[in-house]
Nanobody, 125 residues
Framework: QVQLVESGGGLVQPGGSLRISCVAS????????AGWFRQAPGKEREWVSC????????EYSDSVKGRFTITRDIAKNTVYLQMNDLRPEDTAVYYC??????????????????WGQGTQVTVSS
């Protein structure tokens, strides 16, 4: 059974840091594209970052570039999103997703086959 489970969300002050995790089961995450998306209340889902199937390339949206870093631990079948210098506008539910059909990153959510349930990140003083 293919499953993605996020964790690590929470409340953090502006300027703070947080690392969220996504554990995959039922397939090898290292063999596929992994992505992070987010959705704030009243807004459309927004692509945040992705990593190619071999981990050789990562991409970021302009809104998080330089502040967020996507990494993975092959042994733990887990992908992470390290978020630094967090801002109130980063507040959202964060979702990880896996694309089992492609090799390159995509910012299009329709390219992804499996999604996690999401983890809430709130940036507020």
């Amino acid at each position: 059974q293919v499953q993605l489970v996020e964790s690590g969300g929470g409340l953090v002050q502006p300027g703070g840091s947080l690392r969220i995790s996504c554990v995959a089961s039922g397939f090898r995450l290292a063999a596929h594209v992994a992505g992070w998306f987010r959705q704030a209340p009243g807004k459309e889902r927004e692509w945040v970052s992705c990593m190619t199937y071999n981990g050789g390339s990562t991409e970021y949206s302009d809104s998080v570039k330089g502040r967020f870093t996507i990494t993975r631990d092959i042994a733990k079948n887990t992908v992470y999103l390290q978020m630094n210098d967090l801002r109130p506008e980063d507040t959202a539910v964060y979702y990880c997703a896996a694309d089992l059909r492609s090799f390159g990153c995509s910012s299009n959510g329709a390219s992804y086959d499996y999604w996690g349930q999401g983890t809430q990140v709130t940036v507020s003083s």
